[in-house]
């Protein structure tokens, strides 16, 4: 049974009300939590507090809707033994978030090597971010929370050979991997088949985009520059390089992607990630949203024909 949601990315003004609202009516199963009203320090939100949890909780299982996972800020790529601790902590946070909401995932960064990493001292950054993991799925587990941890192919972990390799080093069986499967295919010219077969086994949700290729530098607008910094802020590895288009307009094979998954027997979810908070001039959600779930599941009954 094929599992469809969306990242909160795509509808940045949307309250908590609203977006549990919005995925019922656009035939969604569930919603991964990015921001809440333009918001993405969700622990901090005052619907998502300590003693309101279960309340907010309710809101969506009324509507048949599950939290599927939280996407936090979390990186664990700082080369600052103090700024990583922070990191964790943060991500701490989100796990306990994470099992009152009755989350599957809290998904985390690598996100970028610091600058002037070399093949000689690589081994020791990929160390230091792998630590991170590996505590964070050890809390996952003292905390009997069932919550997973997820590093998503972003930023430098796009690359899936140096994704491999970091995960060479995580050895907590709860912590596996987000594929974005645009960022591969788009960023670094892998093959989608290749990818998968360095990935899948590992591959726990997968975010879903499509784009056509940009022939010329984008001119960003000030509210562009504003998104695209903020965006920057939280996650060093965002582009904004790429020419987004509604799923299934533009050159992503996205039907390719779904083979390998059901080859390789994957049962995550398929999130449309319509990252409209950080590219404002994409279209809105009720624009964008509509359209995914249809298209998705008419390529999955394609495949299982």
């Known amino acids: 049974m094929s599992r469809i949601c969306f990242s909160t990315l795509a509808c940045p003004g949307w309250g908590w009300r609203e977006t549990a609202a919005g995925a019922a ?3 969604y199963d569930g919603v991964e939590i990015r921001m809440v009203a333009g918001d993405t320090d969700l622990p901090a939100r005052a619907e998502l507090a300590s003693g309101r949890r279960a309340e907010s909780r309710r809101v969506f299982d009324d509507l048949g809707i599950a939290i599927c996972g939280l996407a936090s800020s979390v990186r664990l790529d700082d080369p600052e033994p103090a700024a990583r601790s922070a990191q964790w902590e943060t991500g701490r946070r989100y796990v306990e978030l994470a099992s009152e909401l009755g989350a599957e995932f809290v998904r985390v960064f690598g996100d970028v090597l610091p600058e002037g990493t070399t093949p000689g001292s690589e081994a020791g950054v990929l160390e230091s971010i792998a630590e991170g993991l590996n505590r964070l799925g050890e809390f996952a587990a003292e905390a009997n929370s069932g919550v997973r941890i997820v590093l998503e192919t972003h930023g430098d972990f796009s690359d899936t050979h140096l994704l491999a ?3 060479g080093r995580v050895h907590d069986p709860r912590v596996g991997i987000l594929w974005d499967t645009h960022h591969p295919w788009r960023f670094h010219g892998e093959p989608l088949d290749e990818t998968a077969r360095r990935i899948v086994s590992r591959t726990w949700h997968t975010h879903w985009k499509d784009s056509v290729a940009r022939e010329t530098p984008q001119s960003l607008g000030p ?3 504003a998104a695209a910094a903020e965006a920057r802020a939280l996650m060093r590895g965002h582009r904004d390089d790429v020419a987004y288009a509604l799923f299934g307009t533009g050159e992503f094979p996205a ?6 998954l059901h080859k390789a027997g994957y049962q ?9 908070a950080w590219h404002p001039h994409l279209a809105g959600p009720d624009e964008a949203l509509p ?3 249809p298209a998705i599941r008419a390529l999955l009954a394609s495949i299982s024909d």
Not at 255 to 260: E, I, K, P, S, T
Not at 268 to 276: I, M, Q, T
Request: hydrophobic share 35%; net charge negative.
């Open 291 to 293: 359209g995914f779930p």
């Open 255 to 260: 039907r390719d992607c779904l083979v390998a």
């Open 268 to 276: 995550g979810w398929y999130s449309l990630e319509w990252e409209k």
């Open 165 to 167: 390799r970091l995960f």
């Open 223 to 225: 509210e562009e520059a």
């Open 25 to 27: 009516r656009y035939g």
